[in-house]
């Protein structure tokens, strides 16, 4: 399985992990490094959207999945004093349980209803917990949450970046095994054509909900680890520029890859912290819209198809050149 | 006495919400109608409509109900530049599409309102604020009469233009069959261009109205109305101007009642969890036909 993957490919890979590995020893700026874990998570993030996406579910409201697995997280290392990383698991089994029982209602929708359902269904859950769930939650001040690895120990910030890092590479192995597997292949069948799929002997409904099912426990692991890394959750977890940021980041490296979210995120991080030193508040927003707007109409398949895109426009050029614009030869 | 006239209270407002999101979502309807594209960046018409008024008013402090003529001409402008830039690109690339690239819609007008007018919520004050009139044992506001009235106005006018100008029947046989009033010789991309542009401007007015009946704005109001908005035409049925009328109203009055039953908290919320019952017994919508 491994050896149809390119060559480039597998360089590129190793040198990404190299990378990942060596970055806290090539700074002292503990800001990078928290920076380096938001990215990390945002990765995650962003990879849980692109495997629904994969099965033809755009969903709009991923925040809710983000947000109760860190709820759930949260509150189960809170009452029980278990650690975070058992219950980051934990967290996420919920929005696994709660992503099937919101796909149940999605999988007969057609794209712009699904993409309605999950919208209107960050919001209802936003409502729940800072209403009916507030003695629990917190309410709209929100609750602190127990540390990944606590601060007492030395060194915690590295501590907590080997083993956000671990987990994001094994949540891309998985995904990548997934996507490869029967289940992954019926994922991308039913994206295509749902009736040759039916046709095929895929059944559409089971396989679109266990897309749900697995998107929203990565979402959910997503979302309980930033909590945990930082410490404290509100019911801002749920807003729609929550939902909105997986789909930016997966819209610009490309969709249905497994390099796309990552590539995605890296880029408009490195944009965004960039744009930031330069002072600008509204403007970045309107720079990463318009990023988005040109990515979707100029390059559909986002930066991962840019190698081949930049080959085939020096191909093009190269033919130009050669042939004599008055002799044709 | 006192439960009925709560009662009546609860039907006026929600009347009065009603028209607002009747404007909203007859706009997107009619977008869809022809093009067939989902604009989910809609509610950011309303929101920069909301603008154009305030801004007017501020410098020369004309009657709101004269400058929303102004608002949705200007808006008619802002709609066809979109659409010619950003939606016709990517016209039958996908239904996903359409939804990513009003993401970086919401993005942009978002923001570039805040940039231009700020992010701190505003007002306009209506020239008949604080006159009430008495309808039956409720005394209400002036001015959602005037909204109920001027919503009505731009329904019929609408109506009329649909029915009985060449354009307006243009758009009719492009939302039929879009090939076929391509083979009568109907310029589609103009007609495309002309429905967007409307729809925007409805938006406009939705946006006006809601202002001038003393709600405060700011530049990120406009994305729940807006989905608001979807939920009402999935409700009525994609494409259905009549359907969408009577959604906007049972949504008015669902989200009202709701508020006063179960505590303002629940407003937004409510009109989802309506929707998703909706949708789990009926995936096309309630009167959703085989289209969409």
Redesign the interface.
């Known amino acids: 399985m491994l050896s149809n993957i390119p060559l480039s490919l597998r360089y590129a890979t190793a040198l990404a992990v190299i990378a990942a590995v060596a970055l806290p020893f090539l700074t002292d700026n503990m800001f990078i490094v928290n920076l380096a874990v938001l990215m990390l998570i945002a990765i995650i993030f962003a990879s849980a959207w692109n495997l629904l996406a994969c099965s033809g579910q755009g969903s709009l409201g991923h925040a809710a999945f983000f947000g109760i697995g860190a709820y759930a997280s949260t509150l189960v290392a809170v009452s029980l004093g278990i650690t975070p990383f058992i219950t980051i698991f934990i967290g996420a089994g919920v929005a696994a349980v709660i992503g099937i029982l919101i796909g149940l209602t999605c999988v007969r929708l057609k794209e712009w209803f699904l993409a309605m359902v999950t919208f209107g269904f960050a919001i209802i859950v936003q409502t729940l917990v800072v209403s009916v769930l507030a003695p629990m939650t917190g309410g709209w001040d929100g609750i602190p949450s127990p540390r990944l690895v606590s601060p007492a120990i030395p060194g915690y910030q590295l501590i907590e970046y080997y083993a956000i890092l671990l987990i994001t590479i094994a949540t891309i192995i998985a995904i990548w095994y997934i996507m490869r597997s029967k289940a992954g292949l019926a994922f991308l069948a039913i994206r295509e054509n749902e009736t040759e799929a039916r046709a095929a002997g895929i059944d559409p409904v089971r396989y679109r909900l266990l897309a749900f099912a697995i998107s929203a426990f990565i979402a959910g692991i997503a979302g309980a680890l930033q909590i945990h890394h930082i410490g404290y959750i509100t019911p801002e977890l749920f807003g729609v520029d929550n939902s909105f940021w997986p789909i930016t980041y997966v819209i610009l490296g490309g969709l249905g890859t497994i390099a796309g979210p990552i590539i995605g995120t890296v880029a408009l991080t490195v944009i965004w912290e960039g744009l930031k030193e330069t002072g600008m508040t509204f403007a970045r927003y309107v720079i990463i819209g318009i990023i988005l707007i040109l990515t979707i109409i100029f390059l559909p398949k986002g930066l991962v198809s840019l190698p081949e895109r930049l080959v085939e426009w020096m191909a093009r050029k190269k033919r130009k050149m050669e042939t004599h614009p008055l002799t044709g030869k | 006495m006192e439960d009925l006239s709560i009662i009546l209270q609860i039907l006026f407002w929600g009347l009065y919400a009603g028209c607002i999101y009747i404007l909203l979502a007859t706009g997107l309807n009619l977008i869809f109608g022809v093009m067939k594209v ?1 604009n ?1 960046a809609h509610g950011e018409f309303l929101m920069v409509g909301a603008y154009i008024t305030f801004t007017v008013f501020l410098f020369t402090g004309f009657n709101p109900y004269v400058i929303l003529l102004l608002s949705m001409l200007a808006l008619v402008g802002i709609g066809a530049i979109v659409e010619r830039l ?1 939606f016709r ?2 016209l039958g ?1 996908g ?7 009003s ?6 007008f ?3 309102a ?2 231009i007018w700020g ?1 701190a919520w505003q007002s306009v004050k209506s020239p008949y604020d604080g006159i009430s009139v008495p309808v039956g044992p409720l005394s209400v506001p002036l001015d959602y009469i005037i909204i109920m009235v001027v919503t009505a106005l731009i329904l019929c006018g609408l109506y009329l233009f649909l029915k009985k100008t060449t354009i307006g029947m243009q758009m009719q046989a492009t939302s039929q069959n879009r090939k076929g009033a391509m083979l009568v010789g109907i310029n589609v991309e103009r007609i495309d261009i002309i429905s967007f542009g409307l729809g925007c401007a409805l938006a406009a007015a939705a946006g006006t109205l809601w202002v001038v009946s003393g709600q405060v704005f700011n530049p990120y109001m406009g ?2 109305p807006a ?1 608001k908005a ?2 009402i035409i ?1 409700l009525g049925g994609l494409g259905s101007i009549p359907g969408a009328i009577i959604g906007g109203l049972l949504m008015g009055l669902a989200e009202n009642g709701a508020a006063f039953l179960l ?1 303002g ?2 407003k ?2 409510v ?3 309506v ?2 019952v909706v ?2 017994i009926r ?1 096309t ?1 309630l009167f959703g036909g085989k289209e ?1």
Do not use: R
Not at chain 2, 103 to 108: A, E, M, S
């Open positions: 989902v989910f950003c690109p990517i690339t239904k996903l599409n359409e939804i990513f690239l993401i970086g819609l919401i993005y942009i978002q923001n570039g805040a940039m992010d994305a729940i989905v979807f939920a999935i505590g908290i629940w937004d919320a009109s989802f969890i929707l998703i949708l789990v995936p919508g969409g």
